[in-house]
């Protein structure tokens, strides 16, 4: 400030609020003597009450003191005139209030004044007031109810044409979701802002809006590129209106973007320019900023002499006007450039100082009421990111209206969809329990090859014919077995692998006595197969082994084999029907001089019950055939691969 | 043991009744056939009569089945041998209580085993009452819920609810109970498994078999392991881990 400007500031600061006391004292003495109507009284208060109004613009933040008295002076003028106490008071408590960091306080004088204001019709008043309140609760961070009022208060005053408070309640919902950690709303919230600036030609509010963005998207976004060209933009339009405010703090920012760019040597141009602007313009704090930046440079360009040089010039001149924030920085800088150099003591020097600022900033935080709020918020960190969606929902009725109306309209298409699914899915069902029947039935009829039945009667009667008792018994309880455990699988679409095992045995057993001894087999279990637990599908193998039998071996002159092994590979178990018979292509020749195709049914059903139990469960059951040779090249037997899925 | 088994034989069929008495006198020395009949009603009467040892019991009969013969008489010790054709579900509740039984048509070997193992059992198993009110209770659910275990003492009846999981050791194994209970049994594994197969019991592992009710968690990683209520781990060998995981799926739906 000027000499002359300090002067005012001075005098304003005594002697206005002095002639106001006097005033309001000349006030009481003439109480009692001339009959003053209570009229009056009330213009006498309406009079200090814009006086103490004046006083706050002219004043600013510095004389809380003096601003203090004058306000409570007019309290008790009111109270000594019994005058009720006007709205305009309470709400320049609040603003008060506000400026000394009694966010609390304000806040509660607000919500009275908006609470009489309700009552009145000024709806412009409202807007007004409920704009401040919006401010308050910001600094006491009720983040999400300062959100939620911004949002209707902004609506009302574009209503309203109040474009100046539109724009200000645009600008504090888009600081709000910043504060909040919301970048992306805030971006859009300040995008609409330049717009709607743009729109009303407010060129105060485009530069705000074009300054936050430049913030924003090189803090926290991180891409100087974009920032830069929002500052650009934003330093263009301030020199158009001469906001020399405005375009020293652009330059401050568009020199630091250069800096953490790594362009170091523009920087350090942009700087020079930002200190003799700012120095023109009595911006002291970006003086000293751009000084401590500059030593930072130099520092970082290792040309340590001269950011020796520039640390001492910023430190002087931050230390001029008091500026806490710039020294603690300056001074941590300093200390860890010295401490590079191996310049303990300086560097100790420094750190001290950096310390004792930093405290004094805490201290000062503390004092404002500012870390309180910042308490508050941290407390409320994680539920306002909850709120805040939850708000957006809220705000945008027709919004929840409409997603309430499309969830309808999705249930009752699902509900229609499952309908139909369900259906279809019951006719599939059906369908395949009627195939399942079928081929159940099938399986019966298969196993039960009436051959194989009634030539095994007749070989129980032989025995009996022998009066071979335990013989007959044997073979007898033999069948019955197989019958029992036959009726027992053909039950079940699928079944264990032990119980696929036992019908063999017994099949194998049967035959053997029927054929006496014409082959021999074996059936190897891998160790692995847990044949409990393990499903295959009821009756697959028998079969084919019944095949290998009867085609295979039973033409074959001299001893035949028929080995079986189950082998546990990863998914499925391999299933190997191997005989040492005549071949499949001799057999076909027999059958078809027997001119009967009594077995083709068996192969067919196979099939289509290999098909079945695809479709049921998925599967991917398959069945290889390959002619063994023997070693005189000769066709020399049959293997069957089957690769059988676990089941469930 | 010289003295001879008091033996009665119930059949609705006359004929199963005489070949039942023929393979007695000719491959049964020890028996005594002390009479026949052809329905509880009979039964009843000859087991009021006489003193009894042995009953060969066909399960089902016209006028109530052999189970409801045991029911009359809840306190008499004698041995029961059922004989049934084909009846799933009593077989079932049969072997759950560990009762002794022989399927028709009959195979001497077999019936020659199962007199042979009620000579060995006689006098042991002091549990016939119990047993009996297994089977009743078996016979009266499907599927069967009272499990006989044997154990050194003679027989313990559990309800397959109770048990978290089965661990073979060596020959025997071990049943793991709620509320931290713990059974020696001299049977193997494979035989409960057998019982319990289709029953949410699984073998997770060629020594552990669980009961799925109980599982509590299944942890990939470390191998596939089942953590169990009781706060067991039990691995589950690699083969069996998308068979363990399709059932407890099918469980929970």
Redesign the interface.
Known sequence: MTNTGAFLFILLLYVLPFQVLQEIAAGGRTLPQTETTREDKGAQLNALISRIRQQMKISGKTDADTLHQMLSVAYHFAKENDLNIPYQLEWLKAEIALQNGNYYLAGATMEKVIKVLETSEDQKEMVRAVNLYTKILFRQGEFSKAISLSQTNMKRAKDLGMTNIFLESMNRLADLYKTAGDTRESKQYYFILLDDAAAEKDTFWMTEALFRLGEITGKADGNLIEARRFFSACLKLAEQVADTNRICWVLNHLAWNLYLQDKKDSALILYRELISLATRFRQKTLVANALGNIGTIYRDKKEFLKAEKFYSKSIEAANEIRSLTNLQWIHLDASDMYKSLGDYEKAYYHYVQYKLCNDSLKKAGFDTGLAEARMKYEVDQQQKELEVLSLKLSQQKWFTYASAALVILIILVGLLLIRQFRLSARRRISEMNRKIAEITQANLRQQMNPHFIFNTLNSIQYYMYQHD??AT??Y??KF??LI?KI??NSRHTSI?V?DELEALHLYLELEKLRFKDKFTYQIELDQ?I?T???RIPTMLIQPYVENAICHGLVNKEGPGHVHISFA?E??FISCIIEDNGIGREAAREINRQKSSNHNSLGTRITQSRLDLVNTLYGTSLKVTCTDLKDTTGQPGGTRVEIHIP?M? | MSELLQTLVVDDEPDAVNFIRSIIIEYCPRLEVIGTANSVKEAAQIITAKHTDLVFLDVEMPHGSGFDLLLQFPEKHFDVIFITAFNHYAIQAIKFSAVDYILKPINIHEFIQAVDKVYEKRNKTPFREAQFHALTENLRKTPPTRLAIPTSEGLEFLNTGEIIRIEADRSYCWFHLTQGRKILVSKNLKEFQELLNNRNFFRTHNSHLVNLDHVKKYIRHEGNVAVMNDGTHIPISRNKRDLFLAMMTKMSR
């Open positions: 008792k335990v018994n044997t007898l309880t019955s077995s029992r009726l027992d264990p032990a692995e847990d409990l637990q393990y546990m990863t998914g676990i469930a």
